[in-house]
């Protein structure tokens, strides 16, 4: 009969040894890192842990405690994960995730926040051979850098260059060339002229076009393949 009364006292003993058996000390898995963040964009760290019984995880930035009320940083998946929204210059420093169960020592990652370098935005403009394009109710250029000519005319033709300009310095593309293109178009009508047989008469022309026109002669609605004078522009 004592044997029997103690079993229970045996088999909480046994239970108790194993839970103990089963307890691990804090082991992080997922070791923090160099996060490169852009200003005013979200920056994560990720610190996961395996342990048993759970552990406690706790965030430190430049060796300073981060608490779980500061309105600054997010903390989600039981401590597992930290948030700092729309960074700032200010945010840049070291952080450490801390992982502690009261098993054997607390596990520790650190990692650190860096922000992207931001060069200034360019200030675009245009340049047509070597003089500043103007801007004018024809002539604008877009938010994006892109120039927009409306009502294109002969004098638009040339070569244009984007010029980019920020406090580091300046830059220039590759020239492009705009040639503009026009129907022909008679310049100098042939006037209406009275001769005498076997005299000579001359017909005048002129026209203008982009590609530049060629002149020919018609007689009666026919072409007319004897010497004409014309000229184009």
Same mark, same amino acid.
């Given at each position: 009969?004592k044997d029997?009364?103690?079993?229970p006292?045996l088999l909480?003993?046994?239970g108790?040894?194993?839970?103990?058996a089963?307890q691990?000390?804090?082991?992080?898995?997922?070791?923090?890192?160099?996060?490169d963040a852009?200003?005013?964009?979200?920056a994560?760290?990720?610190?996961?842990?395996d342990?048993?019984?759970?552990?406690?995880?706790t965030?430190t930035?430049?060796n300073?405690?981060?608490?779980?009320y500061?309105?600054?940083?997010?903390?989600q998946e039981?401590?597992?994960? #930290?948030? $700092?929204?729309n960074? %700032?210059?200010? +945010?840049? !420093?070291? =952080?450490? *995730?801390i992982a502690? @169960?009261?098993? &054997?020592?607390?596990?520790?990652?650190c990692g650190?926040?860096q922000?992207?370098?931001?060069?200034p935005?360019?200030?675009?403009?245009?340049?047509?051979?070597?003089?500043?394009v103007?801007v004018?109710?024809?002539?604008?250029?877009l938010?994006?850098?892109s #120039?927009k $000519?409306?009502?294109? %005319?002969k004098? +638009?033709? !040339?070569? =244009?260059? *984007?010029?980019?300009? @920020?406090?580091? &310095?300046?830059?220039?593309?590759r020239?492009?060339?705009?040639e503009?293109?026009?129907p022909?178009?008679?310049l100098?009508?042939?006037?209406e002229?009275?001769?005498?047989?076997?005299?000579?008469?001359?017909?005048?022309?002129?026209a203008t076009?982009?590609?530049?026109?060629?002149?020919t002669w018609?007689?009666?609605g026919?072409?007319?393949?004897?010497?004409?004078?014309g000229?184009?522009?």
């Amino acid at each position: 009969m004592k044997d029997l009364k103690s079993l229970p006292v045996l088999l909480f003993w046994a239970g108790w040894s194993l839970g103990e058996a089963l307890q691990r000390a804090p082991r992080i898995t997922t070791l923090l890192e160099t996060v490169d963040a852009s200003l005013d964009h979200n920056a994560t760290f990720i610190c996961e842990v395996d342990s048993h019984p759970q552990a406690d995880i706790t965030w430190t930035r430049n060796n300073y405690p981060i608490r779980y009320y500061d309105s600054r940083y997010i903390i989600q998946e039981n401590g597992q994960m #930290l948030i $700092i929204p729309n960074v %700032k210059d200010t +945010d840049s !420093g070291e =952080y450490c *995730c801390i992982a502690n @169960n009261g098993v &054997g020592d607390a596990a520790k990652s650190c990692g650190a926040l860096q922000l992207k370098m931001r060069f200034p935005k360019p200030q675009i403009s245009w340049i047509k051979e070597d003089d500043l394009v103007k801007v004018n109710n024809r002539i604008s250029i877009l938010e994006s850098g892109s #120039l927009k $000519i409306n009502n294109i %005319k002969k004098e +638009d033709a !040339g070569q =244009y260059r *984007c010029v980019a300009r @920020n406090s580091f &310095g300046m830059a220039y593309s590759r020239p492009v060339i705009i040639e503009v293109q026009a129907p022909a178009k008679i310049l100098k009508v042939p006037k209406e002229k009275k001769v005498q047989i076997g005299s000579e008469v001359s017909l005048e022309c002129s026209a203008t076009g982009n590609p530049i026109p060629s002149i020919t002669w018609l007689e009666n609605g026919n072409t007319d393949q004897r010497q004409s004078t014309g000229r184009s522009q």
